[in-house]
């Protein structure tokens, strides 16, 4: 699927995702943790976007937010 440009920037679920990755990388990514344990699967970033997804679509279990970020075109590009 071809999605273009402007579509992207008029999203606004888009433009509030970028809006949460210039704060996460301007006072967040910077901080070294020791890490023990197993290593993520997911980062900090795409858990805050993903929870960010499920409250501006209303979505209250975790299938229902799997299953419509699967079909959602904005969301896979990510």
């Known amino acids: 699927m071809i999605i273009p440009v402007n579509i992207t920037k008029e999203n606004p679920f888009y433009r509030n995702y970028k809006k949460v990755e ?3 990388n ?3 990514s910077q901080t070294v943790d ?3 344990g197993r290593p993520k699967k997911y980062s900090d970033l795409q858990i805050i ?3 960010l997804y499920k409250v501006m679509n209303k ?3 975790l299938r229902e937010l799997e ?3 699967n079909k959602d075109p904005f969301f896979l590009f990510e």
């Open 22 to 24: 210039t704060i996460y």
């Open 26 to 28: 301007k006072f967040y």
């Open 34 to 36: 020791i890490k023990i």
């Open 49 to 51: 976007k993903c929870q």
């Open 59 to 61: 979505i209250y279990c």
């Open 67 to 69: 299953w419509e970020l």
